[in-house]
């Protein structure tokens, strides 16, 4: 099985025989992103890593959406969903909301959470489980519902 990293390489070589500039480019940031990681911290990145440094660019991919629909500029908001779409062909695949509340509920029942202060703790135990599988923003809405009053 490849590692996520040379799955992105081999798309990119894909993307420059085919000439799909829009694609090439959301590949160089991915692995401009990692290597910078890789640089900052003097490491090679495994996948489980190199999923946390997808997962932020889909984040803020995500913010800068919000950001320019609230602005009235959807051509910006359509190229950044564009990217959202090419880096998330590099994660895991993503979980149903079903998935989701069976989780969140799960963890809450693990941690004996009660109210809202003890949400760090789920999050601790889901944050590694769903880390690129899920909009942790989601989840954590998720979570808060979970707790009465």
Do not use: C, W
Not at 87 to 97: G, K, M, N, R
Request: proline letters at 2%.
């Amino acid at each position: 099985m490849d590692s996520i990293k040379e799955r992105i390489r081999d798309d990119m070589k894909a993307s420059m025989k085919s000439g799909d500039k829009a694609r090439l480019g959301v590949i160089r940031m991915m692995m401009a992103a990692i290597k910078q990681v890789e640089v900052d911290e003097r490491v090679e990145l495994a996948d489980d890593r190199v999923i946390v440094v997808l997962d932020k660019m889909l984040k803020q991919r995500r913010e800068s959406i919000k950001q320019y629909r609230d602005a009235n500029r959807v051509d910006l908001a359509e190229i950044e969903e564009a990217e959202i779409l090419v880096i998330q062909d590099f994660l895991p695949q993503a979980l149903s909301e079903a998935e989701i509340d069976q989780m969140v509920a799960k963890a809450i029942a693990d941690t004996g959470a009660t109210s809202i202060k003890d949400m760090g703790a789920v999050m601790a135990i889901l944050k590694p489980q769903m880390q690129g599988r899920a909009d942790m923003a989601l989840v954590s809405a998720r979570i808060k519902a979970g707790f009465p009053g």
